[in-house]
Nanobody, 122 residues
Framework: VQLQASGGGLVEPGGSLRLSCVAS????????MNWYRQAPGKQREAVAT???????NYTDSVKGRFTISSDNTKKTIYLQMNNLKPEDTAVYYC?????????????????WGQGTLVTVSS
């Protein structure tokens, strides 16, 4: 299963961006969906998580500003980012765990997207 992330770019502080991540392949369901980010010189950190039944969790620094969502019919997850701050500047990666169906057999997958750069600067 391949994941294609998009939606990054340059935005001023206080602005908004919406990231998308589309899964391709024989995906039956997406069960655990995550957004991570890695800022220059820092370790990759988990930003937001959602489950197949729409439970969500956020790292403290983005609570109230970021919203993660998913659409299983479109095999897509989203990260709506509002009131962006310079410290949100990072490469954002999507990560999905789920179920595939290939030639009549179920399997599991965990995949990473290629990353999309978000730069918050005036």
């Amino acid at each position: 299963v391949q994941l294609q992330a998009s939606g990054g770019g340059l935005v001023e502080p206080g602005g908004s961006l919406r990231l998308s991540c589309v899964a391709s392949g024989e995906v039956v369901s997406m069960n655990l969906m995550n957004w991570y980010r890695q800022a220059p010189g820092k370790q990759r950190e988990a930003v937001a998580t959602t489950t197949y039944d729409s439970k969500t969790n956020y790292t403290d620094s983005v609570k109230g500003r970021f919203t993660i969502s998913s659409d299983n019919t479109k095999k897509t997850i989203y990260l709506q980012m509002n009131n962006l701050k310079p410290e949100d500047t990072a490469v954002y990666y999507c990560n999905v765990e789920g179920i595939t169906l290939k030639r009549g057999r179920f399997g599991s997958f965990q995949s990473w997207g290629q990353g999309t750069l978000v730069t918050v600067s005036s």
